[in-house]
């Protein structure tokens, strides 16, 4: 319920201000399928925000004030994101199952700070997804529990990976996978104080 009321309010702005198109959320899905076609033509991340900055149509349906005019150019985006990525449909799969697995949880980018401190906010992300896969692993036993959870963390990652390749959308659901990376540094301590004997004690605690 508390989900639905703000829905439900933005839904009704968006008909107010839009009134010959329906638009439950919002316009911008074909600006985000841009942004992913362009990373299919230009891998490097400061160039491709030059191109998506020097499109007209982008810079309407991003920055714009009229809405019939950011629908049309975000349709006209739409229509051409989608031909680039038809025509190299292998690699944009490829992107995709890559930004669910790792990027969406490790990348990082702003013009704005310095490459040392972006270097370590994705060494630091990059190591607690490696510590949650791990985690997720030693939880292999309690399946019941561990797969709802996984598929939650990873779902969010996809709804989101066809539109956007930031990191930032995986937000909401990462205090659950730095969950399991919390398990794993916890296995770790277990086995290096104790021993393997040691970690076979939790994990009978674990199938309990």
């Not at 490829?94 to 930004?99: A, E, G, N, P, Y």
């Not at 963390?153 to 919390?182: D, Q």
């Amino acid at each position: 319920m508390i989900i639905l009321v703000p829905a439900v309010l933005w839904i009704g702005r968006n008909r107010s201000v839009m009134p010959s198109e329906f638009h439950p959320f919002g316009v911008g899905a074909g600006m985000a399928l841009w942004g992913r076609a362009i990373e299919l033509k230009e891998p490097d991340q400061k160039q491709r925000t030059a191109l998506l900055a020097a499109n007209r149509e982008y810079v309407i349906a991003h920055e714009g004030t009229n809405p019939a005019l950011q629908s049309k150019a975000d349709a006209d985006l739409f229509r051409a994101a989608s031909e680039v990525i038809r025509s190299r449909w292998i690699e944009f799969v490829r992107l995709t199952v890559f930004l669910i697995v790792f990027r969406e949880w490790s990348e990082t980018y702003d013009p704005k700070l310095p490459t040392p401190v972006l270097w370590l906010v994705t060494v630091g992300s990059s190591a607690l997804l490696g510590l949650g896969y791990v985690g997720i692993a030693l939880m292999r036993t309690r399946w019941t529990l561990t797969v709802p959870l996984v598929v939650l963390c990873f779902g969010v990652a996809a709804v989101h990976a066809p539109f956007a390749t930031e990191a930032r959308y995986t937000a909401p659901v990462r205090p659950i996978l730095y969950m399991f990376s919390a398990l794993t540094v916890a296995w770790m301590l277990n086995v290096r104080t104790y021993g393997r004997r040691g970690a076979g004690r939790r994990d009978a605690a674990l199938s309990q």
